[in-house]
């Protein structure tokens, strides 16, 4: 499983960006729901992490207008792929979680309690 290293390069981009502990842990549930719906490859594995990234920042208002666009720079810098990919795969994500971006606290919890004991 892919997930242990992309999830801790998810962690840390959103550490440099700023986001909340809450946004990583929104990001992550979608992450696991991609990966249990098999979606994940070899292929497309960082621009899944990265669009969960982007739509968890997206979805929490975690971000201004201006920083998004600094998120997707940071993303495309670090995952190496291509901003088109990444808004196109975005929707991909969207569709695969059936649009449910605002996630019940009992998925969000867990993750948010072990990313605020780590720090």
Same mark, same amino acid.
């Given at each position: 499983?892919?997930?242990? #290293?992309?999830?801790?390069?998810?962690? !840390?981009?959103?550490?440099?960006?700023? @986001? %909340?502990?809450? &946004?990583? #842990?929104?990001? +992550?549930? +979608?992450?696991?729901? *991609?990966?249990?719906?098999?979606?994940? !490859?070899?292929? !497309?594995?960082? @621009?899944?992490?990265?669009?969960?990234? @982007? =739509?968890?920042?997206?979805? #929490?208002?975690? @971000?201004?207008?201006?920083?998004?666009?600094?998120?997707? /720079?940071? =993303? %495309?810098?670090?995952? $190496?792929? !291509?901003? $088109? /990919? *990444?808004?196109?795969?975005?929707?991909?994500?969207?569709?695969?979680?059936?649009?449910?971006? +605002? =996630?019940?606290? #009992?998925?969000? *919890?867990?993750? +948010? $309690?072990?990313? &605020?004991?780590?720090?």
């Amino acid at each position: 499983s892919p997930s242990p #290293s992309l999830k801790r390069e998810m962690r !840390n981009l959103s550490e440099e960006c700023s @986001l %909340e502990p809450v &946004t990583v #842990s929104m990001a +992550y549930v +979608y992450f696991e729901k *991609l990966v249990l719906q098999g979606k994940l !490859n070899k292929q !497309n594995r960082k @621009l899944c992490a990265g669009a969960c990234v @982007l =739509l968890a920042a997206k979805i #929490s208002s975690d @971000l201004r207008k201006h920083e998004v666009k600094h998120l997707i /720079d940071k =993303l %495309e810098e670090r995952f $190496r792929f !291509n901003r $088109r /990919d *990444l808004i196109g795969f975005e929707f991909t994500v969207l569709v695969a979680l059936e649009l449910a971006l +605002y =996630l019940p606290e #009992s998925q969000v *919890l867990p993750h +948010y $309690r072990r990313l &605020t004991q780590q720090s």
